[in-house]
């Protein structure tokens, strides 16, 4: 890399697309124009045009699940047209945002109120996967435009150190849970929602407060009503949402109430024109086409094993978290299309943690690690918190770190500098080999304005649909998630034996002496 930087000035120029304030530096790769030039044709032969507009039209492209994949069409404005199954369903999606709006107005105002009356002062969203790590990293991420009179709090582990932590923070009368579920069947939020009603009938000394202080979002309704949620706290979605796909949905209702309904619409106005993007520009111009190309090229061609997200900015911490979910839990998959096991690698391991406190951990194996670890580095131009020098620090930090690890520093680099640090001989040769950097180490550079919602929208829409281009090339179904469903299968399963009184000996003697052990520990205490 450091010869092609060399030999052409123009190679930032090239390798770089710009969408409205969100710059996309991708020229410290691997590349040439060539390299891109087969990627593209890559792309070409596995129809990736086709593929865009089936998502987009609404075809049942998720064929395992039988349903079609419209995230897209719940970012969509009002006067469009998306038909699901021969129906518009713009009006749908409109008449939720709308009901998202009045409730959201109604706590705000205090119109919404606990059961004595008071007003909203925290909410607590209480789903998990899907149904919770997208608000959490959008709060999170968001948190300077969230409302001062609001807390946010979220509880997903079956782990009752989760819910019991954080009801310890709460006051009952001011507190509104949402129940979030696609399924509303799924054990972990379930479990913490029984425990939630118990807490607060237990706090209140009435049933009748359940009505006042839970709302839910799923796409059961006759669950949500056997819970007892009233019908009007109720939102709805619909199959088509996948659970990683779903923060634009009802399921960002907890992102509503805390930033406000206005920003979550600009959330939804960002995410919309990363899609009106990705659907129209051309392939080589595209962002999520080029940085879903990108990670094929790693992948499949350097065979890397993990590729890091490494966010210049505080309130990105939960990104690289969201991100392992919308990633793995799409691509992480061994069968194609067709049903036949692939014989070639699919997703790798996503994973990273905010800029600069990563440096002080895990750089290291990236500078010198014997892997190649790609990495993107994501980072605003302007800070929420314009304190001193802080900002220019951070961003000195992402910019050098992109610099080394392609520049890398070589032997002759080496020696030069420990000679100046007065090292010759014996000392200076031990040491050298271990002040060398390889460099040619990839890395992409996402540099935006400031992280406001809209900005927000389109970061996520982009990943969105790099998974999308990378489901393709590897034809691959990226929006079942079969593998989850096999642990939801055996837990259930081995629950009644961890209660029972019968040592139990049906399983492999590791699990079985793990069983037994608790069992018998359960039965002591
Ligand atoms: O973790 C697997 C999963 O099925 C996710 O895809 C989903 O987001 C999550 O469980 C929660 O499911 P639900 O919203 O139905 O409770």
Request: one cysteine or more.
């Amino acid at each position: 890399m450091r010869e092609m930087f060399a030999a052409d000035p123009n190679r930032f120029d090239k390798f770089s697309l710009r969408l409205e304030g969100l710059l996309f530096d991708y020229s410290k790769n691997l590349i040439t124009e060539k390299t891109l030039a087969l990627l593209i044709d890559l792309a070409h032969q596995s129809n990736l045009k086709d593929w865009i507009e089936r998502q987009f039209n609404g075809e049942k492209i998720n064929a395992s699940e039988g349903r079609a994949v419209l995230h897209t069409a719940l970012r969509s404005p009002r006067d469009h047209s998306v038909q699901a199954d021969g129906k518009n369903i713009i009006p749908d999606v409109h008449r939720v945002l709308d009901h998202i709006r009045r409730y959201t107005a109604a706590v705000h105002s205090g119109a919404a109120s606990g059961y004595t009356g008071k007003k909203i002062r925290h909410i607590v969203n209480i789903g998990i996967g899907g149904s919770a790590l997208g608000p959490l990293m959008a709060c999170e991420a968001l948190k300077p435009y969230g409302s001062a009179d609001l807390s946010a709090h979220f509880v997903s582990n079956v782990d009752a150190s989760d819910i019991a932590e954080t009801l310890k923070k709460l006051d009952p009368e001011t507190t509104l849970f949402i129940i979030s579920s696609k399924t509303f069947t799924t054990q972990e939020t379930i479990t913490n929602a029984r425990t939630a009603r118990a807490w607060l009938i237990g706090c209140l000394g009435s049933e009748e407060a359940v009505a006042k202080h839970f709302a839910a979002v799923s796409t059961n309704l006759t669950e949500t009503s056997k819970f007892g949620i009233n019908p009007e706290n109720v939102f709805e979605f619909w199959d088509w949402v996948g659970g990683r796909y779903s923060l634009w949905s009802a399921i960002g209702l907890p992102i509503a109430l805390y930033i406000g309904m206005e920003n979550f619409e600009r959330l939804l106005a960002g995410a919309h024109a990363m899609d009106e993007h990705f659907r129209h520009a051309p392939l080589e111009k595209n962002m999520p086409v080029i940085l879903g190309l990108l990670g094929i090229w790693y992948g499949n061609f350097f065979g890397i094993g993990s590729y890091a997200i490494l966010p210049y900015d505080q309130y990105l911490q939960r990104f690289p978290a969201y991100l392992q979910q919308l990633e793995m839990e799409s691509n992480g998959k061994r069968v194609d299309r067709a049903g036949h096991e692939v014989d070639y690698d699919t997703h790798f391991t996503v994973w990273g943690e905010p800029g600069t406190n990563g440096q002080h951990s895990f750089y290291q194996l990236i500078h010198q690690g014997t892997r190649m670890v790609p990495a993107d580095f994501l980072a605003p131009l302007a800070s929420h918190n314009p304190i001193g020098e802080h900002h220019a620090m951070l961003l000195s930090n992402c910019f050098a770190q992109t610099e080394a690890l392609m520049l890398g520093k070589t032997g002759a680099e080496a020696r030069t500098e420990l000679t100046a640090q007065g090292l010759s001989g014996n000392a200076l040769e031990t040491l050298l080999p271990y002040k060398i950097f390889p460099g040619n180490r990839p890395s992409n550079t996402l540099l935006f304005e400031k992280l406001d919602p809209y900005t927000l929208g389109m970061l996520v829409a982009l990943y969105e649909q790099k998974i999308f281009v990378q489901s393709v090339v590897w034809n691959i179904n990226a929006f079942d998630q079969w593998g989850v469903e096999f642990g939801k299968q055996l837990a259930n399963k081995l629950l009644p034996e961890l209660r029972g009184k019968e040592t139990v000996t049906s399983h492999d003697s590791s699990t079985n002496n793990l069983i037994n052990l608790y069992r018998n520990r359960r039965n002591v205490s």
